[in-house]
């Protein structure tokens, strides 16, 4: 697609409940970012793909969170039993290829899904 | 820890004034790179330096690196209400794919 799309926009939901987000990368874009941003606060790094494979799942905060990429399409970030301190923002963006030596690539971000735990 | 952190958090001028934001960070970096936010949502992106360059230039934008002292500076000259944001750098170190971003810096501009 023209942008990385993310669904839903907003998500209300029960403590205990279990949500699905999902980004749908720039066509074409090897690697893709999550992120979670809490209000008034910087991003946090969650997890990266590079094709389906997840390199770095390092800043899953916890055994709750768990994503999951089919090839270098849609990703999906799934959140079990929901807590409150669970509510952000989570932010997906995709970029043409890997970072490291000698990369530059810009990352383009989705609009987000709010989650909003009560 | 966070690889980069801007300063000022927070920054109220005047239209027609010009914004300088600063960001520092902790480890070598292939490139850092500058993003704005509009309303808690979508980063977009900015400008970015390589880690072999000084600075660089984008309309109202001027971007500095200095790398000994491991610290960039965004400057917007000339603001405008629409300039108003949240503005973060972010960093990728040598040798790995992480983007890691700053806290951000909440710009004002009044009209």
């Known amino acids: 697609g023209a942008g990385v799309s993310q669904s839903p926009s907003n998500k209300v939901t029960e403590k205990g409940k279990d949500v699905e987000l999902r980004c749908d990368p720039i066509?074409?874009?090897?690697?893709l970012y999550w992120y979670r941003q809490r209000l008034g606060q910087g991003l946090e790094f969650l997890i990266y793909?590079?094709?389906?494979?997840?390199?770095?799942k390092s800043g899953l905060p916890s055994d709750r969170f768990s994503a999951e990429r089919t090839g270098e399409s849609v990703s999906t970030l799934t959140i079990q039993r929901t807590q409150q301190e669970d509510s952000a923002v989570y932010l997906c963006?995709?970029?043409?290829?890997?970072?490291?030596?000698?990369?530059?690539?810009?990352?383009?971000f989705g609009e987000g899904s709010w989650l909003t735990v009560v | 820890s966070q690889q980069g952190e801007e300063d000022p958090q927070a920054l109220s001028i005047q239209e027609g004034e010009n914004a300088t934001m600063n960001c520092s960070y902790k480890t070598s970096i292939n490139n850092l790179q500058w993003y704005r936010q509009n309303s808690g949502r979508g980063l977009v992106h900015l400008i970015l330096i390589r880690s072999n360059e000084r600075e660089k230039h984008s309309g109202r934008l001027r971007v500095t690196l200095d790398t000994s002292k491991k610290s960039s500076s965004l400057l917007i000259t000339a603001s405008r209400a629409a300039d108003t944001a949240s503005y973060f750098c972010a960093t990728v170190a040598s040798g790995t794919y992480k983007y890691i971003f700053g806290t951000g810096t909440r710009l004002k501009v009044l009209a």
């Open positions: 963006a995709s970029s043409p290829a890997g970072t490291g030596q000698g990369f530059g690539n810009t990352i383009y």
């Open positions: 066509s074409g874009h090897t690697a």
């Open positions: 793909f590079q094709g389906n494979s997840a390199p770095d």
